[in-house]
């Protein structure tokens, strides 16, 4: 079973920055694709971002590209998600997911963390 902590989250001011974290543990974590949800109070959750095993291919929502970076680490299960200029529309508790298909991370993650909460104050 795969394990999934994100840390990071806090309150901030709009245009500050923030570094979320997620690692991943357990059995079966290698090879995983791995990404971002997140969900605003009242909201659906929706797809923020996600990264190959070998950090080759990323994808965005378009509302967040360019101001947020996703990223691997070098032991390739811990990403990071870089959030720069962040906008009040950007509250919400993020999640950490994981699948083995690219598709499936975007679309319907096997795999959920506990989530982390981001809270942009204009």
């Known amino acids: 079973q795969v394990l999934l902590v994100e840390s990071g989250g806090g309150s901030v001011q709009a245009g500050d920055s923030l570094r979320l974290s997620c690692v991943a543990s357990g059995g079966g974590f290698s090879g995983l694709v791995m990404g971002w949800y997140r969900q605003a109070p009242g909201k659906e959750r929706e797809f923020v971002s996600l990264?190959?095993?070998?950090?080759?291919?990323?994808s965005y929502r378009d509302s967040v590209k360019g101001r947020f970076t996703i990223s691997r680490g070098h032991a390739k299960n811990t990403i990071y998600l870089q959030m720069n200029n962040l906008k009040p529309e950007d509250t919400a508790q993020y999640y950490c997911v994981a699948s083995r298909l690219l598709q499936d991370t975007r679309d319907a993650p096997r795999y959920w963390g506990q989530g982390t909460q981001v809270t942009v104050s204009s």
């Open positions: 990264i190959s095993w070998n950090g080759g291919s990323t």
